[in-house]
T-cell receptor
Framework: DAKTTQPNSMESNEEEPVHLPCNHS???????IHWYRQLPSQGPEYVIH???SNVNNRMASLAIAEDRKSSTLILHRATLRDAAVYYC??????????FGQGTELSVKP | DGGITQSPKYLFRKEGQNVTLSCEQN?????MYWYRQDPGQGLRLIYY???????QKGDIAEGYSVSREKKESFPLTVTSAQKNPTAFYLC???????????????FGEGSWLTVV
């Protein structure tokens, strides 16, 4: 399984950028890197995903290291609504989608 | 609207009873998953299915059972053998798995199961 490691928690100030790191040193060459976020008592929602190149969408940017052993989710301007648990994950070739413990992001006004 | 529907939202079970959580999707997705989440913890994979009539155990399958008779449905039964079933259960689906899969995962809203 492609396991991921994330910090347990991070803090940010509103309107400032946030960089959420993820280590996935055992990732295979064909695994995609996905990020999801979860609010309390809700199902996780998709944020962004990528394979090798950096990716941007309306929610965030994903920066993938050249060796693919780590990635960083970038929220360009944090808002109070971005406070959530962020999960990084890598698809396993056998089809098992394994989530790590995630990073709890708190945003201060 | 397209999506994943889990029911019921809240369920109470007496000790020794089996209960079934429903998960239905109208996204025409091949793969479906069940996760368990304990308070303050991450998601743990119970079972997953890549295609109709086929499913595999995840990391914590003991005390649970599933079926995949229809593409759109993947019910989870919590049996009496599951000694500590109180948790938040999440169903998810995606359009494919495998080595080159980059497909997005969609989650339901979850079901709270409490043993009384």
């Amino acid at each position: 399984d492609a396991k991921t490691t994330q910090p347990n928690s991070m803090e940010s100030n509103e309107e400032e950028p946030v960089h959420l790191p993820c280590n996935h040193s055992t990732i295979s060459g064909t695994d995609y890197i996905h990020w999801y976020r979860q609010l309390p008592s809700q199902g996780p929602e998709y944020v962004i995903h990528g394979l090798t190149s950096n990716v941007n969408n309306r929610m965030a940017s994903l920066a993938i290291a050249e060796d693919r052993k780590s990635s960083t989710l970038i929220l360009h301007r944090a808002t109070l609504r971005d406070a959530a648990v962020y999960y990084c994950m890598a698809y396993n070739q056998g089809g098992k989608l394994i989530f790590g413990q995630g990073t709890e992001l708190s945003v201060k006004p | 609207d397209g999506g994943i529907t889990q029911s019921p939202k809240y369920l109470f079970r007496k000790e020794g009873q089996n209960v079934t959580l429903s998960c239905e999707q109208n996204l025409n997705h091949d793969a479906m998953y069940w996760y368990r989440q304990d308070p303050g913890q991450g998601l743990r994979l119970i079972y997953y299915s890549q295609i109709v009539n086929d499913f595999q155990k995840g990391d914590i399958a003991e005390g649970y059972s599933v079926s995949r008779e229809k593409k759109e449905s993947f019910p989870l039964t919590v049996t009496s053998a599951q000694k500590n079933p109180t948790a938040f259960y999440l169903c998810a689906s995606s359009s494919g798995t495998g080595p080159y899969s980059g497909n997005t995962i969609y989650f339901g809203e979850g079901s709270w199961l409490t043993v009384v």
